[in-house]
Structures are given as C-alpha cells and as structure tokens.
T-cell receptor, first 113, second 108 residues
Framework: DAMVIQNPRYQVTQFGKPVTLSCSQTLNHNVMYWYQQKSSQAPKLLFHYYDKDFNNEADTPDNFQSRRPNTSFCFLDIRSPGLGDAAMYLC????????????FGPGTRLTVL | QKEVEQNSGPLSVPEGAIASLNCTYS??????FFWYRQYSGKSPELIMS????GDKEDGRFTAQLNKASQYVSLLIRDSQPSDSATYLC????????FGTGTRLQVFP
C-alpha cells in the first residue's frame, strides 16, 4: 500500500543534543511538509518542499532545519533541542494541483530530557 | 490572520445518534476544506474533503459547506464508540490552516 512512513516513532534526546527525524513516502507526491503538534493544539506548519524548492514558515525557529535529498525522503533536523521542542512531529505529503489534500505519516513523538 | 475556529468540546453523544461538528473560517478566498480524525496519540487521518457548496456523503459521514456563511460541518450518522476521537477541520488558503479540533465522545 502507498503510504507515508516516519522513523523513529519515538525519539528521546537530551537537552541540546541534535536529533534527526526521517520521513519517506511511496505516494510519489511532489510536496512534503513537516508539522509540529503539541498536546491539544492544532498542527503547526514548520516548512514544506515543493519538489526541491524549500519553503520556510516565517515563525519557524532557526533551530529547525530540513533536507530533501530525493522525491521519496525528507528529514527534519533539530540542532539544539530545548524542552519546548518536545512534541509530535508530523510529516505529510500532497500532490500539487487544484486541491491540497494532505496525507500524514504516523508521527514521531519527541521527548527532550 | 487567517483563522479556523472549532468548539473544543467534548461533544458527548450516545451510540447510534448523529454527531454534528462545526467549523468556521475567516478567509473568504478558501477553496478546499477537509476533515481529519485524530485518535489520542496518533496522527491525523483524512476522512472527508469538500470543495463546493452543499453536501457530500461518504458512508456514515456527511460534510456540508456554505461558503457564503464561511461554515463547514461534519455529520456522523449512527455514531459508534470507535468514532470517539478529535476531529480537526482544515481549510486551504495558501497553506492548510487547522482548527484546534473538537473532541467527540460516543458512549454506549
């Protein structure tokens, strides 16, 4: 089945220790997104790739970076995680066109100690 | 600022009843509207998309859109305990804007 895969599902890191989250997709979608979701809050868009073009949200901290080496994979790097970065990180994909239907992976739950 | 508003709930309905979830949005230029279901600790799952005024039915789910009133709703017929989740309304402007969700509880 075509899907969006995220690894790891759970990540524990220490304050200030860099961490990388990964996302892969078999949907062949050209747009990939990273969202941050905290408890009882709406998903917050961090950035997205339209093909290879990177689009950063204005309020995304510099601590968050992303890479998309090919169509299928996308990575979220958190350079120096703080306690406030503990959240669920969601990867989503969509196919560019008239309607922006986005399909989410299972998410990575990040804990910062 | 473009906004999507939902009642946070919880909305409690008995098994077999109709659950009605509502959403309003601020950007009149929005063209695409989505409902996602999110179980606790899980990621959002797309359950309905609607793009034109009126009703769209899919199984027990009906989405309703009224662009003049800037209002989207989701009806769940014959509610089941397995429908208990948070339902997120999402509106596409130049990006997808999510509401904070309505928590639905279906009790036996």
């Amino acid at each position: 089945d075509a899907m969006v895969i995220q690894n790891p599902r759970y990540q524990v890191t220490q304050f200030g220790k860099p961490v990388t989250l990964s996302c892969s997709q078999t949907l062949n979608h050209n747009v990939m997104y990273w969202y941050q979701q905290k408890s009882s809050q709406a998903p917050k868009l961090l950035f997205h790739y339209y093909d290879k073009d990177f689009n950063n949200e204005a309020d995304t901290p510099d601590n968050f970076q992303s890479r998309r080496p090919n169509t299928s994979f996308c990575f979220l790097d958190i350079r120096s995680p703080g306690l406030g970065d503990a959240a669920m990180y969601l990867c989503a994909t969509s196919s560019s066109g008239l309607h922006n239907e986005q399909f989410f992976g299972p998410g990575t739950r990040l804990t910062v100690l | 600022q473009k906004e999507v508003e939902q009642n946070s709930g919880p909305l409690s309905v008995p098994e077999g009843a109709i659950a009605s979830l509502n959403c309003t949005y601020s950007d009149r230029g929005s063209q695409s509207f989505f409902w996602y279901r999110q179980y606790s600790g899980k990621s959002p799952e797309l359950i309905m998309s609607i793009y034109s005024n009126g009703d769209k039915e899919d199984g027990r789910f009906t989405a309703q859109l009224n662009k003049a009133s800037q209002y989207v709703s989701l009806l769940i017929r014959d509610s089941q305990p397995s429908d208990s989740a948070t339902y997120l309304c999402a509106v596409d402007t130049d990006k997808l804007i999510f509401g904070t969700g309505t928590r639905l509880q279906v009790f036996p």
